[in-house]
């Protein structure tokens, strides 16, 4: 059932779900014979996270990070701050950075200066989203999900105003919604 907020769905659940399941072989893959650190970006990324570490068949760790750039806009304020730390050092460790979508790059650059000063063995950037209509920062992502259109969109772990991350899909909020 669509919601009715929404202009349409962009990615179904079961869409979603083959896309997160390919991605998790092939990380899979990629990091066969050690164990990764996943670290999911708050809040957004959980939805995508969960499931996708569930597809992910070797040892792995996770950990968070809490960021912002956007407050209650539906644009980056282009200033990254941190609220929450990681929990643990990352020091030789194989990093894959978790994110639910990638914008204007602003938030990933700041955090991929950030975990490199902290000299992990390898980093890696994931994204269930691409929107590279709207990068200003370029940012080398290995593993892709999709690529979105420049649209507002929520679902999945993604919000506006902290509403509608329980979406089991990803749909383009009507801009009546948010004023755009």
């Not at 040892?59 to 750039?69: C, N, P, Q």
């Not at 644009?75 to 990352?90: A, C, F, T, W």
């Not at 979406?167 to 009507?174: A, C, F, R």
Request: one cysteine or more; a negative charge.
């Amino acid at each position: 059932m669509e919601h009715a907020d929404l202009e349409r769905i962009v990615f179904d659940t079961s869409t979603l779900a083959d896309r997160v399941a390919q991605m998790g072989r092939q990380i899979a893959t990629d990091y066969h014979g050690r164990t990764p650190l996943l670290i999911g970006v708050l809040k957004g990324s959980v939805v995508f996270m969960t499931d996708l570490v569930r597809q992910i068949d070797l040892r792995l760790e996770i950990d968070f990070m809490a960021v912002s750039s956007y407050g209650d806009s539906t644009r980056s304020s282009g200033e990254v701050r941190i609220h929450k730390d990681l929990d643990r050092s990352i020091e030789d460790r194989h990093v894959i950075l978790i994110e639910d979508i990638v914008d204007t790059g602003l938030t990933l650059h700041f955090l991929t200066k950030i975990l490199r000063a902290r000299k992990p063995a390898s980093l890696a950037l994931c994204s269930l989203l691409d929107k590279p209509e709207a990068r200003v920062q370029t940012v080398d992502l290995r593993y892709v999900g999709f690529t979105c259109p420049n649209d507002f969109v929520v679902g999945y772990g993604l919000d506006y105003r902290g509403e509608y991350r329980n979406l089991p899909y990803i749909g383009m909020l009507s801009r009546h919604v948010y004023g755009g």
